[in-house]
């Protein structure tokens, strides 16, 4: 185990930190009581006032539970300096194998134990990481908050104020976890629902959204479509792991309390289950109306772009057939347009006997050339792949001849 958490603070090496300058405050809230009432307590420190705050907190003689909030940036930088926060983890009592759970970023709910440190657990979410652990003498519940997306904070709190009666049992912070997850859920899910109803009511494809068949829809609109719903089943993927963390903590729950089967946290631990139980079906349940409705846009999508290769085919058609009248009126005029120029040129003399003069012979000297260079041009862009093809042939066969002489 020893040889384990040396290989956990060597990992934790590479943790990458970014420390922010200035005055940044990071979050702290403690609820504790004193047997007469409860204490709420919530300020931002500077990280030079932490070591003094986690002292008063250790050294508290009263049932609570304390967070200290930690923010990540994008790259999954701790934004603290690394002193600081080792300097918290130790004054906390945190295992240092958990070191190598923050450094690689787990998900999932991992219970750390061993003979010179308090029991770890860490809870490791695609909005946050909660690591904490509980110290049996003040009954009270230290924990660190990583923010890797959202902060928790303030329903967790309100969680906890609401189950305030209960500071000294080792297990109400993971059972505040369960109810935060799931209570999360169930808000995400019934927006998730509404975008699902949106685009069911404008494709006319879902339930009771009777639409005609021949309704003509944008690409543009369904290509947003299928971003969206596409979205959607990678959250529910999501959502169906971050149930199965939540199914995990419960039993270890059910651990910590099973010495008082009428403890309320244990009373309402089969409520919970099938909540969860319950949203998971739903959440299996959305997922096959999206995969039909992504099969059903991709089919819209395929008739839309077919319609749109009809349309400009019509197009094409109509422009070939304006091109036809052009033509058709360019022949009309082209023999009136030859004479008129004919009659026109200085070398024709139509006034005297001897109408064609010495020099005519120069229009048929530019006229001729200059004619046969443009068919030859037209024919050779009509032709450069063969062109290339031809030229590069022969080219190989000058090598090949070439190389037969000399070798």
């Avoid at 200035?22 to 500077?46: C, N």
């Avoid at 059972?175 to 808000?187: C, K, N």
């Avoid at 998730?192 to 009777?210: A, C």
């Avoid at 099969?295 to 349309?311: M, R």
Wanted: aromatic share 12%; net charge negative.
């Amino acid at each position: 185990m020893d040889e384990f958490r040396e290989l956990a603070i060597q990992t934790f090496q590479q943790q990458s930190f970014s420390p922010v300058g200035g005055t940044l405050g990071y979050h702290f809230l403690q609820l504790s009581t004193d047997r007469h009432d409860y204490i709420f307590h919530e300020s931002l420190i500077s990280e030079d006032d932490l070591p003094s705050t986690i002292k008063h907190t250790i050294n508290s003689k009263h049932p609570s539970i304390t967070f200290f909030q930690i923010p990540m940036d994008q790259a999954q930088s701790l934004q603290i300096t690394r002193a600081a926060f080792l300097h918290l983890a130790t004054s906390i009592g945190l295992d240092p194998q958990v070191f190598y759970l923050i450094a690689h970023n787990y998900d999932g709910y991992h219970h750390l134990t061993g003979d010179d440190h308090f029991a770890t657990d860490f809870l490791g979410t695609s909005r946050f990481s909660l690591i904490w652990n509980y110290h049996p003498q003040t009954q009270s519940t230290i924990a660190l908050v990583l923010v890797r997306r959202d902060s928790p904070f303030p329903e967790l709190l309100h969680l906890a104020n609401t189950y305030r009666n209960h500071l000294a049992n080792p297990r109400l912070l993971p059972f505040l976890a369960v109810i935060y997850i799931t209570r999360v859920f169930d808000r995400s899910t019934a927006h998730e629902l509404e975008k699902i109803h949106y685009v069911e009511t404008r494709t006319g494809y879902g339930p009771n959204n009777p639409m005609s068949p021949s309704t003509r829809f944008n690409i543009h609109d369904i290509s947003n479509w299928l971003k969206e719903i596409g979205a959607l089943q990678a959250y529910f993927a999501n959502k169906h792991r971050q149930l199965d963390f939540v199914r995990q903590l419960i039993p270890s729950i059910k651990d910590g309390i099973t010495h008082n089967d009428k403890d309320p946290l244990c009373m309402a631990l089969p409520t919970i289950e099938d909540i969860t139980r319950t949203l998971d079906d739903y959440i299996t349940y959305l997922e096959e109306r999206t995969k039909t409705l992504v099969a059903i846009l991709f089919a819209l999508l395929t008739h839309e772009d077919a319609a749109a290769s009809a349309d400009l085919a019509e197009a094409s058609k109509r422009d070939s057939s304006a091109m036809k009248a052009i033509t058709i009126l360019t022949m009309l005029f082209l023999p009136a347009t030859f004479f008129a120029t004919l009659f026109s040129l200085p070398t024709l003399q139509w006034d005297r006997d001897d109408v064609i003069q010495r020099r005519f012979w120069v229009y048929w000297a530019f006229t001729i050339p200059a004619t046969a260079l443009v068919f030859g041009m037209w024919g050779g862009m009509l032709k450069t792949r063969q062109i290339g093809t031809w030229l590069s042939k022969r080219w190989l066969e000058d090598q090949r001849r070439d190389g037969s002489m000399f070798g």
